[in-house]
């Protein structure tokens, strides 16, 4: 089943039987709050957060942008010219780049609302400096006009795929199974009510579709098998939490399996991450949104122009490799085959590469920043015509 087609089932499935679901999972989701102890840090008031999330907390860490300096480095930015962040997320680079590099002007875009409202906070203490836009990849070219943005007057362009730290660390949000929590994972909030969450995905699909996502997104060896104790679990109740979903994928390992699972630092991983990452990926629609930030980045970009991409995941940097490389993607679809869309364009393509090898983070970045592990940076200036 293609993406696009899984996202019109869902949504028509979902905007059929909402009325009837909402009651049930509203008192599902009161009977949970009231069941967990206050010492797993999950009450009522979890469910009950507003959308824009509380600022100033002294438990909140601080935000750390992965592979700053290698981006810093290989944007090369110089004084007065217009540097587009297309994923702003806590601002790490954004504030970075305007604290070394005098005069200089940043398109902050995010699809997060609670993202842009740091970057208008950002604004205002940098008068003139900072351009807030709230919207997805996808628009980007509708909205550079609202900020004086041409195409092929921005100097530098820098993507940072995936989900932000910001997005992890708040439960309401639903991206993290660390923390219980509604299970949405919706990056753009409440901006588009129709478009399904993660919790309308696993309660709709059918077990084939679900295996599929999993499959795809999550490169999940078992997701049949975890797609067929989704769909189970789901006859006795609707799954709508974080913590219930992760439970009922790790009930689909065998104990020695479940606990046997590391990640990239050889630290016990969760079996339920594949899972969640697929879904995210899935809901957000993401590799659709990268394709098209890429080809955004394209446009806007002037001849010389220095792009930096950052990803976090096999998918998408099999994705920007291509697109840098000039494969022709046009007809690539997220959930076909893996040969799909891999031709290449004719002639040298419209990307130069600034260093051919990929960049990952060092040593000491990853020990400081363990959730920077697996990012992986690629560099490439916008050739002349």
């Known amino acids: 089943m293609a993406f696009h087609q899984c996202v019109r089932s869902v949504t028509l499935i979902w905007r059929t039987n909402r009325t009837r679901w909402r009651p049930r999972w509203s008192c599902w989701l009161r009977e949970r709050c009231s069941s967990v102890s206050a010492s797993s840090g999950f009450t009522r008031g979890a469910l009950d957060t507003p959308k824009d999330p509380p600022s100033g907390s002294a438990e909140k860490p601080p935000h750390t942008p992965v592979l700053l300096k290698e981006v810093l480095h290989y ?164 799954i709508t939490g974080t913590r219930q979903l992760a439970a009922v994928v790790a009930g689909a390992f065998p104990a020695a399996i479940a606990h046997a699972r590391r990640d990239r630092l050889q630290r016990p991983a969760h079996v339920a991450t594949k899972t969640f990452q697929a879904l995210r990926i899935f809901v957000n629609d993401e590799l659709n949104e990268l394709h098209a930030g890429l080809r955004a980045a394209r446009r806007l970009l002037r001849p010389g122009g220095r792009l930096c991409v950052i990803t976090f995941h096999s998918l998408e940097d099999r994705l920007v490799k291509r697109f840098l490389r000039g494969h022709d993607l046009s007809g690539w679809d997220p959930l076909g085959p893996k040969t799909q869309g891999a031709g290449r364009a004719a002639g040298d393509g419209d990307w130069l590469p600034i260093r051919r090898k990929v960049v990952t983070p060092e040593k000491a970045e990853v020990e400081e920043n363990p959730r920077g592990r697996s990012a992986k940076l690629r560099a490439a200036l916008r050739r002349q015509p």
């Open 75 to 238: 944007l090369d930015i110089q004084r007065g010219e217009v540097v587009l962040d297309m994923t702003f997320g806590g601002g790490g680079h954004t504030k970075a780049i305007l604290n070394t590099v005098p005069q200089v002007k940043v398109v902050a875009l995010d699809r997060d609302p609670a993202a842009v409202a740091l970057a208008e906070q950002l604004a205002e203490e940098h008068s003139g400096r900072v351009k807030p836009l709230l919207g997805r990849f996808s628009e980007l070219e509708a909205l550079v006009p609202r900020v004086n943005v041409e195409p092929g007057s921005v100097d530098a362009v820098l993507l940072d795929a995936g989900c932000s730290s910001m997005q992890m660390d708040q439960a309401h949000r639903g991206f993290s199974l660390s923390k219980d929590g509604p299970l949405d994972m919706r990056m753009d909030g409440e901006r588009y009510p129709d478009v399904p969450s993660a919790a309308d995905v696993v309660n709709t699909l059918d077990q084939q579709a679900l295996a599929s996502i999993l499959l795809a997104y999550g490169e999940e060896r078992r997701a049949r098998r975890i797609a067929g104790a989704v769909v189970e679990a789901r006859r006795a109740a609707p």
